[in-house]
Structure formats: C-alpha cells, structure tokens
C-alpha cells in the first residue's frame, strides 16, 4: 500500500511526469477521433428528426458536451489549483494552468453553438437568461484566471493568486447547473438527469454521449501537450531538462 | 438513414446555417487549439537547444 502511494507521488515530479505525458498524448488523439467519429455518424445518418426542432436540434450534439466540459474542465482546473496550494506540488500548478485555454475553448464553445441554437429556437442570440449569464462569468473567470496568472511574474506566487481565483469560482458551477431550476428561464431543463430516464431517443442520448466523450478525450489530449510546454518552460534551469533534450 | 439527397443533408431542413455554424465553429477551434499547443512546445524546445548552445560556447571561450 505504502509502496504505491509512494509510485503516485513520484509523477507529481515534473521530470516524471513530462515523459510520461509525451507518452500518454497518442493514446488521447486516438479515442478522440474514434469517439468522434462515431459520435458524428450517429448525429448525422443514426440520430431521428425532431418532432418539434427538426434538423436544427443537432446543436445539441456539440453544444451540450462543450458546456459540460466547460463546467468539468473548472471543476478539474480549481482540483489541481487548490492541491498546488496545498501540498505546494509543481506538476498541479501546471496541469491547472495548462486546463484554463482548453476550458475557454470549451466556454466559448458552448455560447456560440447556444447562440446559434438560440436564433432559430427563441428568435434571438442572445438574452439575459440565468444559463447564459452565468455559462458568460464561467468563460470570463477562464479569462481571468489565465490573466492573473499572466500578469504576475513570479511563478510561485502566480500559482497561489490563480488557485484562490479559480477556489473561489468553483461557487458558478452549481450555479449554471441548477440556474434552469432556480430561475424561471428560457433555456430548456437537463435532458439527462440522474434520478429519471432521459427525456430523449436512445440514439441522440448515445450520440450524445459519444461526443461528450470525444470532447473529453481531446481536452485530455490537448492540455497534456500544453503542460508539456509549460514544465520546459518553467523548469529550464534545472539539471533534468537540460538532459531531457539530448 | 433519413436523407435523401446530398442536397437534403447539407440543407439541414432549413437549419444549414445554425447546425453547420455550431459543428463549423468547433472543427475550427478544435484543429486550431492543438495546433498552438504543439507550436509552444516547439518554442520552449527552441529557446533550450539555444540557451545550452549558448552554454557550450561559453565554456569553450573560458577553457581557451
């Protein structure tokens, strides 16, 4: 038990940890473009027309894995973040600097499929809705935490402003969750819900869930490329990265 | 399979412009985002090689 504790502990070592990203990032690439594919063949040729939104409801194949990554990638961005502060470990201050640009990604993502769902739909792009509102501070609290971080120069101390900033975030994500609860809102309720069967075809839900899971594997994917970049660039005036190169 | 034409299919029962533009906007970014990841790695790749350049000459400059 020890001994594996001690093997976990060991990759949260940047000379550790950049090799075995390098590894890792094939693997991602791969199930990324095998869930998507399929993810796409379900959502175009498998999935039925809707009765009520016809063609147009297809949004819902990238709209809805963009906004849960957007919420997930937060959530895992605010994990490693507050551990970083923690136990003070390089490697989670990295991954959680590395996570912010993909978690934009995902943010804006998420606004503009939902603006372009909402013109057909509700007749406008935009409106002041509970779900919009709060996805915007989610995509403006990725800005500003890569901002912050941005504009500290030392990299320790950017590392615990950024981790209180994403801490103290974290409250928007139960917000955009339950704001189709809390609020009277135009944005329709979840379509997946934990404790009643899902209000949809089976095909949509399973080309739902593809696709979510392809985003997944590509955020995975692109945020070990980016942490590999950051641990050279932060780490460059040690030992192992001048050897790592050769 | 419900399409019956290639026609039908890119026309998306009147939503061409919504449906393309939301799975359009997340090629666009989803290609464009690796690609920037890759090129900083490249970058922090290129500045090491050249700082250890720098380094080798010098030492060669002080042994000599």
């Not at chain 1, 297809?58 to 973040?81: C, D, Q, T």
């Not at chain 1, 101390?157 to 189709?180: C, H, Q, T």
């Not at chain 2, 399979?1 to 061409?16: D, P, R």
């Not at chain 2, 380094?55 to 000599?64: A, T, Y």
């Amino acid at each position: 038990m020890r001994q594996s504790i001690v093997q976990w502990f060991r990759f949260a070592s940047p000379q550790s940890f950049y090799p075995l990203a390098g590894r890792m990032i094939p693997w991602f690439w791969a199930a990324a473009i095998v869930f998507g594919i399929a993810g796409l063949w379900i959502s175009f040729f498998v999935a039925p027309t809707d009765a009520q939104q016809g063609e147009g409801y297809r949004i819902i194949f990238v709209h809805v894995p963009a906004s849960w990554m957007s919420m997930f990638i937060y959530l895992v961005m605010a994990f490693w973040a507050g551990l970083g502060l923690a136990l003070n470990t390089r490697v989670s201050a990295m991954m959680a600097q590395a996570l912010a640009p993909t978690g934009a990604l995902m943010a804006t993502l998420s606004l503009v499929t939902g603006s372009l769902w909402g013109k057909p739909m509700w007749g406008a792009w935009w409106v002041w809705d509970a779900r919009l509102t709060s996805e915007l501070i989610l995509l403006f609290l990725f800005l500003g935490f890569m901002a912050l971080q941005a504009a500290i120069d030392d990299p320790r101390r950017a590392d615990k402003a950024g981790a209180i900033l994403a801490l103290v975030g974290v409250v928007n994500i139960p917000i955009i969750y339950f704001s189709v609860k809390w609020w009277n809102t135009l944005h329709q309720g979840s379509t997946i819900n934990l404790n009643k069967a899902p209000s949809m075809a089976q095909t949509m839900l399973w080309g739902m869930l593809l696709m979510a899971l392809a985003f997944w594997m590509y955020s995975i994917a692109v945020a070990l490329m980016r942490v590999r970049a950051i641990i050279l660039e932060r780490e460059r005036n040690t030992e192992w990265v001048k050897h790592a190169l050769e | 399979m419900h399409w019956n034409s290639v026609g039908e299919f890119f026309a998306m029962g009147g939503y061409a412009l919504y449906v393309w533009g939301s799975f359009g906007a997340c090629a666009l970014l989803m290609i464009v985002e690796p690609f920037l990841a890759r090129r900083r790695l490249t970058q922090a790749r290129t500045i090491l090689a050249r700082e250890r350049l720098a380094d080798e000459l010098d030492l060669q400059q002080k042994n000599s």
